[in-house]
């Protein structure tokens, strides 16, 4: 008799099948045993003869245990079994094998490959096949990214990390809308004009990839990458937007890890300088003229202060004199105050905001000139004990005083100057000569000088 029989536990054994070899033979015969109902299970075998008068023993040879079902992670291309033939010297036959690892728990998956054949000396051949299943992670550091106010025309850079927590190179792609260029963190970024054109290539340095995958060298809106197991990489991404307005755009991160894709939001709000109109001159003076503004568009946020500015040289701002008048849209005016008569001036309108100091068109006039200052009037004299006090009415626009005494009422130079004041009155201590004196009052401006009309005749 030839038991055969198996164990899970290595202690019960339990008869699998018995076959009664009852005839003397010199030949091997081939036996098939069904294992099926103990898949999943770790599995001894055990062989058992017993010796009968019909023999002296039994002889085992070949035994192999074949897996009578394909594992769902390996398939033979064409179809399982796969059969074929090779002539005596003929080329080799190739079999492919696809593996696929969606679905699988991170571990070591095992098979044999049986090839059986009509080799009288090894009809069957095992061949092992070994999967090792490795799983990416992916966490992002942020969900959001808020690039605050970003002047139209200029950049703003943010950043942000992706780690990769599993036991597998992470690897996918960073997409982002046109006014977005991505690049690993640290590297020399590409400098681009106004118009988004490409004026300076940096050198890049090289860094650890997964194969040829990684494209972080790259700078623009979609660029590949890639984490090692357990790494972490971060990357900027650079705004420049060519629109005004709040936005609010999204960044996509594909990716070979379980999961969805991950996103990262993107928020600005992009504002320009005000516009400012520069208006008229008017009501021009010797010290003084108006000129008008107006604020038409405030560039997306509020307009904190306008006003006009002014200067001698060409093109004022605001480190020049200049009066703030107001805030936000709509037309103004200024009234320019303690200008210089018989002057060339120039001025702007301005207005300010977040993004920064914009000025209207330029525009000049020259000030009045002042004409002579009026006479004096109402000259009084009077004899006092101390001397002769003489006094007036005030001139407007008039710096000083000036007195001149003579002799002679028709003195061409008005005698002799004997003081300054710029008060409306003078004492003349100095005793008369010949009991007589003719006194000339001036009104004094720092460009003219007039005579008054007045004089005075002093007798004994």
Known sequence: MFDVEYSTDGTTWINLESFNQNTLTTSFSKRTLDLSSLSGSTVQLAFHAWENYYANGVYLDDVNLISSSTPSWAYIVGGSPHTGSIAPGGPQQNVTIQLDAGGLPDGTYTTDIIVESNDPFEQYVAIPLTLHVQTPGISVSNSYLFFGYVVLGNSSTRQFSIENPGNSYLVGTLSAPSQYEVALAGRDQVTRDSNRQRVESARIEPFESFSDFSDGSQTRNSILFSVPAGGSRTYDIIYTPDVIGDHEDILTIAHNAPGEDKTISLWSTVITQPTVLTGNVTSIQPYSAIVSGQVTATGGISVSSRGICWDTQ????????????????????????????????????????????????????????????????????????????????????????????????????????????????????????????????????????????????LRE
């Not at 200052?373 to 002769?388: A, F, K, L, R, Y």
């Not at 005793?431 to 009309?453: H, Q, W």
Request: charged letters at 20%; a negative charge.
């Open 314 to 457: 060409v093109m004022p701002t605001t480190d020049d004199p200049h009066n703030q008048e107001g805030s936000g849209l709509g037309t103004f005016s200024s009234t320019l105050n303690n200008l210089i008569p018989n002057t060339h001036y120039y001025a702007r309108a301005y207005a300010v905001n977040a993004a920064g100091t914009s000025y209207g068109i330029q525009v000049d006039f020259t000030t009045l000139s002042l004409g002579p200052p009026e006479t004096p009037e109402n000259v009084v004299i009077s004899v006092t004990d101390s001397g002769v006090l003489l006094s007036w009415s005030e001139v407007t626009d008039a710096d000083e005083y000036a007195i001149y005494r003579s002799d002679d009422p028709s003195a061409i130079n008005w005698g002799t100057a004997i003081g300054t004041t710029s008060g409306t009155s003078w004492l003349d201590m100095e005793p008369l000569r010949n009991g007589k004196a003719f006194y000339f009052i001036t009104a004094v401006r720092s460009v003219r000088i007039e005579r008054s009309d007045d004089s005075v005749r």
